[in-house]
């Protein structure tokens, strides 16, 4: 069990490291004003009409870096910073939820694929430290627990993998069409796609976790059989 705890302290730790370079990086940027004043919402709207999606509403929530795309009832959700906010973070962060709803209405194989298996992965993730603890004390009496842990780790690990691809299309989107459309000047453009990389190191962060994870799973089932 020492080293399950060791790898979630580990990449926890650097989890948290990438979470407050984020932060850092949304702020550094929220104070960089936007040219053309736009705002959040308002490049969020632009650009679901400009690829033709007229059925996703654009609403604000609470709390920080809450931003998402929700596809059960086809809604972007900004923060509240990110959604008032005219600056180059906010319009980032907005175009950024907006190719999500891109994927979505162009049914691009990797968002549904993750969707697909959402409910497996959540039941998965909420059994895994059961049989990681269960099956590690009693790995000798029932080696069938530890096995069941890693197919569930492996569950996890593939949804975490698939999520990479997800999130770098939706950047990849975001960008092109800030620069397309000219809704930002280089500058703009350079902090935009800092600031999007950096939210995407932390799905980078979950997949390797995940990853190690698994292998230690299946070396730890392996030196018992």
Known sequence: MGMVYFIAILFAAVGWLVQMQLRNKIRKYSQMALRNGMSGKEAAEMMLKQNG?????????????????????????????????????????AAHECGHAIQHSIAYPMISFRSAIVTVVNVAGTALPWLIMFGIMLAQRIPGLLLLAIIAQAMITLFTLVTLPVEFDASRRALAWLQERNIVVPQEYDAARDALKWAAMTYVVAALA????????????NSKR
């Open 53 to 93: 999606i007229y059925d996703v509403k654009i609403i604000s929530v609470a709390g920080q870096l809450t931003d998402h795309y929700n596809p059960g009832n086809k809604t972007v959700n900004l923060s509240q910073e990110i959604y008032h906010g005219r600056n180059t973070a906010s319009v980032a962060v």
């Open 210 to 221: 995940a990853v190690t994870q698994l292998i230690y799973l299946i070396s730890r089932y």
